[in-house]
């Protein structure tokens, strides 16, 4: 497999999957530090009466993952890769249409979610 080829599945899968994780934080309401800059601290909950960023701690865990998730792609890839794996360029084009795909999706989701939280849908 070329390096090329690898460069770009491996960015194809880190966008997917720092969206997807970005979402399942939001869904299954995982629990991920937020900063209290009042207070200038981490914590893990969230105190009511302090204003609080959440958003810092889930993008840290979604791209944490998404790196974990892209560089066990790129190892797979650099082991398949001695087996001489050309890809097609309807393989290319399915990837990125995928990856579009999925971010979307995703956006859609945390926009939805957002706009309900808020009070505007």
Known sequence: MKKSD???????????AVSIFYCCIIFFKITVPRYYPTLHEWKWVNQKGIPSQGWYGI????????????????????????KEIEL??????????????????????????????????
Do not use: D, N
Request: with cysteine.
């Open 59 to 82: 993008q840290s865990f979604a791209y944490i993952a998404g790196g974990i998730v892209a560089i066990a792609v790129y190892l797979a890839c650099k082991r398949a890769g001695s």
């Open 88 to 121: 097609k360029p309807g393989a290319v084009k399915s990837t990125a249409l995928a990856t579009i795909a999925v971010v979307l999706v995703c956006m859609a989701y945390i926009l939805f979610h957002e706009f309900h939280r808020w009070g505007t849908i």
């Open 6 to 16: 690898v460069t770009y599945i491996v960015g194809c899968t880190f966008s997917a």
